[in-house]
């Protein structure tokens, strides 16, 4: 299964020697640390299954001494192993440049790739291949542009939902998010599962 995640490096390299000036990018705009960090816990990942997408790559790994849990069991523990290193290389490149970010910017930047992930990762299995990125990348742009927006308005106008974020400690609130991202990404990765054990290619 090791080799699995390999292939990805492997077949990455050269996006790979790109992820420092792509994350450089956003560090040098003074992009909030959470933006920062799922922005770059994304990048290989989400370049994996787009890659994986053009190539139908399915039919060659089946062909490989792997089971399909196995081969769906690479997928999501490599993308945890690659929002870990990337979540590490972009706390380092911020601390060179000065910029200031706490663990809560860690763990919010690490939640909302888990978030992102256990939704995403099931549709490059459910919809027809082709669609998938364009569609995904459509929506993280939608999602940054107007998702600020909708927080604000729901903060300004839920009044019980303010009073429960500011009487709830933070320690509570930083846990629960934390376990729900968990939760979310486990169900994801046994959802895609499968329906990864009942797809024909």
């Given at each position: 299964?090791?080799?699995?995640?390999?292939?990805?490096?492997?077949?990455?390299?050269?996006?790979?020697?790109?992820?420092?000036?792509?994350?450089?990018?956003?560090?040098?705009?003074?992009?909030?640390?959470?933006?920062?960090?799922?922005?770059?816990?994304?990048?290989?990942?989400?370049?994996?299954?787009?890659?994986?997408?053009?190539?139908?790559?399915?039919?060659?790994?089946?062909?490989?001494?792997?089971?399909?849990?196995?081969?769906?069991?690479?997928?999501?523990?490599?993308?945890?192993?690659?929002?870990?290193?990337?979540?590490?290389?972009?706390?380092?490149?911020?601390?060179?440049?000065?910029?200031?970010?706490?663990?809560?910017?860690?763990?919010?930047?690490?939640?909302?790739?888990?978030?992102?992930?256990?939704?995403?990762?099931?549709?490059?299995?459910?919809?027809?291949?082709?669609?998938?990125?364009?569609?995904?990348?459509?929506?993280?742009?939608?999602?940054?542009?107007?998702g600020p927006f909708i927080v604000r308005m729901a903060g300004e106008n839920l009044t019980a939902i303010t009073n429960f974020f500011t009487q709830?400690?933070?320690?509570?609130?930083?846990?629960?998010?934390?376990?729900?991202?968990?939760?979310?990404?486990?169900?994801?990765?046994?959802?895609?599962?499968?329906?990864?054990?009942?797809?024909?290619?």
């Amino acid at each position: 299964m090791l080799n699995l995640i390999r292939r990805d490096v492997i077949l990455q390299k050269k996006l790979i020697l790109l992820f420092v000036p792509f994350a450089l990018f956003f560090i040098l705009l003074d992009a909030h640390p959470i933006l920062t960090f799922f922005i770059a816990s994304i990048y290989v990942p989400f370049n994996a299954y787009a890659y994986d997408e053009k190539s139908d790559v399915n039919i060659l790994l089946n062909s490989l001494p792997y089971t399909r849990k196995e081969i769906i069991a690479a997928r999501y523990l490599g993308a945890l192993f690659f929002m870990a290193a990337a979540i590490g290389l972009s706390s380092i490149a911020m601390l060179l440049f000065s910029k200031d970010f706490s663990a809560i910017d860690v763990g919010m930047g690490a939640g909302a790739f888990l978030l992102f992930g256990a939704v995403t990762f099931p549709l490059f299995y459910i919809l027809k291949q082709g669609y998938i990125t364009a569609s995904l990348m459509f929506l993280i742009v939608i999602g940054a542009g107007i998702g600020p927006f909708i927080v604000r308005m729901a903060g300004e106008n839920l009044t019980a939902i303010t009073n429960f974020f500011t009487q709830t400690s933070d320690t509570i609130l930083y846990s629960g998010a934390a376990i729900i991202a968990v939760v979310f990404y486990t169900m994801s990765w046994i959802f895609t599962t499968f329906i990864y054990q009942r797809k024909a290619f």
